[in-house]
């Protein structure tokens, strides 16, 4: 039986309950106090290498935004550095991975990468980590050359939102409807006059699926606007600032009609996850505590989900779909 103390709601969570395997998602959310919880937990930061290219360039723009608030300098040769940490966080793997497999529970250090591939014993393709070393290049650039940058640079950094470090995991939470706990992790964001502005770093293609999702996160976002800087929707600008190409600047709020969508879809997705668990009580910090069992959320074993899975390693339905007859 495993256990949750923080049934709350975000974005990648309804994405991985609506998209994912059931298994899969018990493994992220109940894993506590089940037997595999260490193994569940050290398997959690397994990735890939387009995730840690992401991971980089969000990074380095935190660095380029750190550095310009304390010093008023931009960062010398973003690009060339954010390619730097990305072959450094690549070269640790296998040794991470090593450590991982041989050491059941072993946690990995934090701001590590360990990759799924070298954990699993899949060969990491050298193309595709040339390819993320170009995305990496190209997102740096097009993020130090653009009106986005500038545009930024020339507010009073005061205005500014916190700065973030490598290994700062958290997000902002708010109660949604007074007792539901909602996640969002903003990118950056300042208060200028009465309008709120909230940028979200993308180094991937604005594909249309890319678009539609991207858009009730900025619906997501614009909900913490309003409810926790007390902002009316129509005060409240963001941008998906795709990286990928040069991009322009392009504020604009997010249209009542998708914000009440957004809302909808979080209480009738968070009210769909709750009617699996059972309500057991409440922690010391009045945290009210569900009881998951591991048999409803039944695996679904398909052969490429499978085989790019974090918790193959616990799941023998998984292993067998993983066990592709092109391998023999
Ligand atoms: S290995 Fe497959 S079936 Fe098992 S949790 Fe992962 S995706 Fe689901």
Not at 109 to 125: A, T
Not at 137 to 156: G, H, M, T, Y
Not at 197 to 207: A, E, N, Q, R, V
Request: charged share 30%.
């Amino acid at each position: 039986m495993g256990f949750t103390s923080y049934l709350s709601w975000s974005y990648s969570r309804a994405k991985m309950y609506k998209e994912g395997c059931p298994r899969m998602f018990f493994f992220e959310y109940y894993k506590e106090g089940e037997d595999f919880e260490n193994d569940a937990r050290m398997l959690k930061s397994l990735t890939f290498p387009k995730m840690v290219a992401g991971t980089v360039v969000d990074w380095s723009i935190n660095q380029a935004i750190k550095t310009f608030k304390e010093s008023g300098e931009s960062m010398y040769d973003l690009p060339f550095r954010g390619v730097k940490t990305f072959r450094r966080l690549i070269e640790r793997s296998p040794e991470i991975c090593r450590g991982m497999r041989t050491d059941g529970g072993y946690q990995p250090p934090r701001e590590s990468q360990p990759l799924h591939g070298h954990f699993y014993g899949i060969p990491v393709d050298d193309g595709e980590l040339e390819g993320c070393e170009q995305r990496i290049s190209n997102a740096l650039f097009n993020f130090e050359s653009s009106e986005v940058w500038e545009n930024i640079k020339d507010v009073p950094t005061e205005k500014w939102s916190r700065t973030k470090t490598n290994s700062d995991i958290n997000a902002e939470k708010w109660h949604f409807k007074d007792d539901l706990l909602v996640w969002a992790s903003l990118d950056f964001w300042y208060r200028d006059e009465d309008r709120l502005y909230i940028f979200d770093w993308k180094s991937g293609m604005p594909t249309e699926k890319a678009k539609a999702d991207a858009l009730l996160q900025m619906a997501i976002y614009t909900l913490w606007g309003r409810d926790c800087q007390q902002l009316p929707v129509e005060k409240i600008s963001t941008q998906v600032v795709y990286l990928s190409e040069q991009p322009v600047w392009e504020p604009s709020f997010v249209p009542a009609a998708v914000v009440r969508i957004a809302e909808d879809t979080i209480i009738s997705q968070y009210e769909y996850e709750k009617r699996k668990l059972r309500w057991v009580g409440q922690d010391r910090r009045d945290n009210d505590i569900y009881e998951a069992n591991l048999e409803d959320f039944e695996p679904r074993p398909e052969l490429v989900r499978c085989l790019n899975c974090k918790y193959r390693i616990l799941c023998p339905p998984g292993q067998l779909a993983a066990q592709d007859p092109r391998n023999d």
